[in-house]
């Protein structure tokens, strides 16, 4: 009987569209991975193992839904066809019934689960065999490793999945309930998944433990064995069953198999009582004859706002009286409240009311989603599915205002959630101390734009539904819908609008007008919707859409052909506007220009490719800035010196960073066009003679439209810089195609090189930033604000509504500046001859303190260690949120308003980010402003990796050396996610990776200047920065470096070539800890410590390969467990030691070492990729 | 009161109603039929709820099809399937649906639907949800909502399904009541119903009318035509081919075939005509056409 049963199931399940739709739907997908791969670079081949393995993840959750969904119709089909009298007569063993069911849905759902993977690999096959995909993107076939993923996550997680729903099903027997936990499930996954991410950083290993073990669908397992393998490890490694992996399968086992026995068992007793059940619907005598009773008439008839508002009421009632509504509340109070908050480096942030509706934006999508695609078809076919519609047919109430009716209600369930949602973030901000909360713009943002978009989506949703054969193909229309805007551009992305970001500065800027207009299309395509959609109401249960369309015409009343014609208007005059301003004639940015012009600009311009332009000398600037318009025009007169051996007959004048209006005049030559928008020649009458000069001069105007998304020009918070606003000279290699099949597509010839190679001498004599010119800025703007550039205030005069500002500089500067224009409040100081201003927020003073301090100690320290500081001014100046970094130019240091001013320190032990930011942007007036890098590889190092190692100094100094921990920490877990992305290189020639010039970089200098000492670091460094200012040619680190050497032993030299050289890993483990007998004349105990040691070389795959350690490295006992990054070590003792690759033993003595951790680099200076097994406490009894 | 002109409906590609013409006047009016005749799809269109391919419904003057929404306030119509909204109290459904039929003053929507439950036999159980409720109680509770409003036009499509003889005939005396001033169109496909209840009836067979006329005058044109006889197992079929045999009936284990011709056939015996006779000698006769 068991085989029959479930080979019956198994034919029923196959007889049905629903298993095919699943698994066409499943097979869509990786054959969407398979064409999304072979369209763009990834560093690891479609068929290497880590592939699989993100497969794996991605289609978990999808499956935790799709088995819902399928589980509880297979459960349920005996219930939902009252089956289950006619079945159960039969002298069946229920026991042997259920599992047998139990068997053939985790036939089908263990089968649907593996073919992603396996169609993944099969089309990788197909793609490779029939040379479909490019060579690249397929490696070695190595089939084995499909299996990991799929025995480990995919077969278990189906199992799980099965006998979880399949118990719900069974005792509650509705579809309704099982959906609702699987979105609970979901919820609880995403959740769990995201705490485990931050307590994998943030929080103690038995934490982050605990919720790994809870995953049940192992996702923060996946992310834990393979978030810092390299390119190399995701093409030879896979998942292994770890013992807390082991532990979370187990257990899930368990639990799932014992909430299933426990689901039979109730439904065994929930059998046995159903006939008492029936008992009390008997049925009552009536009379054989019908009282007299006289039949009421309707006086007048109501008019249709009383039928509106009756209908509502009606729906209203219905939805709240629903346990699903307040489950839906219940779990968007939860998201909001529970889901983990932004952070970096472990410091909060402050909640302002922004990021808390950017943060509700989030949280928020599940619970609106489920509304969508479940509430919304409940209220929609609740008359058809309760076939009450058949009496309500032909009852004399008009089909919109049942459709009103049922419209706002679905609205209503929206509003809710969001106010909700609203509530429980205002009491979070509260709670943290918040007291300006911007109620105004909750109700704008919240209140207003989501609730517009949420109703333009109700609007598809009832539309789709009305047109629909049944709820399920109408549901899973919209799914798809959803699903495939989040894919299409704005204009095909139903209710979507480029992104909207918030400033206390200048609000949501230009955006806005872009947002309207773009609801303008949205709004009005929605209301033709409505129209149509209650038109097509399907009131009863019988009619057919043909039916109804045909008596469309009748029904289309004046007021609605008026409405679907405005609407029209409406939405083509918006869509038309969007359409030419923003595809036709789009933004005028370079960053935005295609292929084709990327190669027309090589193969134009090639022939400069390795030609020294003629050096800006003299900077004058003439710019107003407008910030009502907002716009700019400016001028800058410009003398050029040709610095190389040969004459100069032309150079290349790239278009700046907006393509708006420019022109260059000049009485040495003129402008020749090559047709491109880009760049053109600059082509001198005469040749510029080596020594010669020639001045030019250069007028922009910039007047971005509301498309653009140009956050450099605002009304509160302009800033832009000379890149940005004017055109700039010689090659520029960011204009690349790399890919080579593209290359010779577009007959371009040898591989592209972005970066210069280190040794090429011809840009030892050209900067990578600028070179030094004298500077000199006249600034206009609005007279409210002030307008600022690099130089000291040398003009300041109020004309009418204009004010105007002349900065010069007197001494010569980078040729790299900014021009901001705001209104803000402004702290002052003075520092040791220096004038100090942090310009900022009013809402936002919480850390101008720190960063004040953060900039007098930085000056102080780095006056003293690296010479002195070359201006007399320093200003840190808050811009628009709307770009998020700090940046600086000569004495001025515009720093944007998320970062910095926004992170929460109240917290004792937080890694201080705003001190930390400041004195890094600070230590950039040295290098990168004193120390001018040549424009080849390694140039990054010199400029951030100097600069972050000589911030985190500052910190080390003002707290205290081990608050390194946790910014290592994190740099360390940055950089090791990071590298398994791309190529990595060396730091020597580093070129356009963040994580290596600052991460890597910070933590190799930190570590150089543990092994030969801070002041003798910073010594080599001084003198690096007096030997370039008078070197003939720009700074690279290969000089750096020979002047490290020249100053240190063969074993430091030995560690250079470590940390500069090559890509280097340390494996430190504690290997064993044994206390001996105390020693009666000393009375300390003895502690033998074993360290396991090795070292690796990786190369850019990072393949490693071992090398021979022979080294330095501090081993310490300590109070404290290293583990928390936040806490002080409390040292007991600490020395280097020397440590050779194998085993080391080392001997310590210790008065009470018991309970004690013993730890090998406790200040990380080696990167060791498992931190977690460099200590070991020692126990406590003796 | 209610005109059918020249209706005819097709449903993807077969003629559900072929060119009706009915004139129906006040009382009670029958529709007899065989499943799948089209009985309900004429309902349907009187009931407003779908439109035709050609031809025209005109109530009291009123088109049907383009002023839906004037003839549905004087409509009460009983679907022959319907469901209720689950976990709703008949009080409070039949107080919401008198709202959509436009009571709108309170009170006075109270007495309605309070009347229409006494009226009913269903106030005692007002409170229970329509839900619960058996196949009589549900029945009455839809005639309770079609009656709201005091419509001049009932429409009610084989009300009498799953009720039990007595809930029957207590259904067709409050129809019967009612039927004194108004326009009552009751389908079934069981004969001896219309033949007691209405003043008028009609026979619709794949989607025409058949016959048509009062029960009294389509009986007496059949009458002495109608024959009946007991006839063996073994020779029915040989009597269906000699003769007209319009219905087989089983009566204590013998075959009593029923048989119209204007001689009285061999062995045969005259029989008291009733409808049934009427019904199944047309529906042979339409079988024969």
Redesign the interface.
Known sequence: MFINTVRFELFTIFSRWMVYVLALLLVSLSAYEVFEYGTSYQIVPINAPYTYIELARGASIILMVLTAIFVGRVALSNHTYSMQELIFCRPINPWKYHIARVVAVYFVIGTLSCLTVIMNAISAYIGWKWSLLSYDVVGPFQWRFVVSPLVLIMLPNALFYTLLFYAISIVIKSQRAVAAVSMALVVATALLFAWAEVARLDESRYMHEWLMVLDMSALSHIVDQTVYWSASDKQTQTLGLEPIFLLNRVFWLIATLAVFIGAIKISLVQKSLAPYKRKD?N??D??????E??????????SNI??FY??LK?EVL?VAAKPSFWFVLGLSVFLTLWSPMESSYGTPLWRLTYAMIEHLGDVLLLPIFMVLLFYCPELIW?ERE???G?????????NWLLWSAKFIAALFIVMAILAVSVVASVKLQLDSGIEAININQYLFSVGGLHVFQVACLLSLTFFVHAISLNRATGTAAMAVLLLAFQFTPPMLSFANSPPLTYSDLNGYGQSIAETLVYFTYWGSLSVILAVLGYLLWPR?E??ELR?RL??LP?QLSIKDQKLILLSSIMFVAAGSHIFYHSILFPATSVLDVDEDVVAAYEHAFISHRNKIPPVVQRVDIHADVYPKVPSIKATAKLSLLNSQNTPVDKMIVNSPLFMGQWKVESGYGKLKSVGLEVGSWFVFNTPLQPGETADLEITVELAPNIYDNVSQIVENGTFINNKELFPFFGYDATMHITDPEKRSEYGLKGEVNVVNDIDDSTFHTDSLIGEAVTFRAELTTDADQLALAPGVLTEHRIDGDRAKYTYTMKQPMVNYYSIQSFKLKVKRDRHKGVDLQIHYHPDHQWNIDTMMEAAKDSLDYFSNAFGPYQYSELRIIEFPRYRKFAQSFANTIPFSEDIGFRHDTRRANTYNMPYYITAHEVAHQWWGHQLIAANVEGADMLIESLAEYSALKVVAQRYYHGTLRQYKKYALDHYLTERGRELEYPLYITALQGFVHYEKGALAMLALAHSIGESKLNQLLKKFIEEQRVSSKFATTNDLIALINEHVDSKQQALVHDLFHEITFYSLRVDNVVVGEKNTETGRYPVTITIDARKFYADEYGKETEAELDDLIEVALVADSPEDVKRSLNEYHRQDYPIKSGLNTILIEAYNPFGMFVVVDPYMHRIDKNSKDNFLQIDYAP | MLKVCNLSKSYKGSLALNNINLTIKKGMFGLLGPNGAGKSSLMRSIATLQSADSGYIEYDGICVSAHAHEVRRRLGYLPQDFGVYPNISAIRLLDHLAALKGFANKSQRKEAVSSLLIKTNLYEQRKRAVSTFSGGMKQRFGIAQALLGDPDLIIVDEPTAGLDPQERNRFYNLLCELSEDKVVVLSTHIVEDVSELCTECAIMNRGEIVLQGSPANLISSLSGQVWRGVVAKETLSQVEQSYNVISKKRFAGEIIASVVQDEQPEGFLPATVDLEDVYFATLAQAKIQ
Do not use: D, V
């Open positions: 619907i049925e009552m009536s009379q054989n004859t019908y009282p009773q006289g039949i009421h008439a309707i006086e007048s008839l109501p009383w039928f009756r209908q009606f219905h609740r309760s076939r009450a058949a009496i309500l047919e032909c009852y004399p109430i008009k009863g019988s009619t039916t045909s008596f009748q």
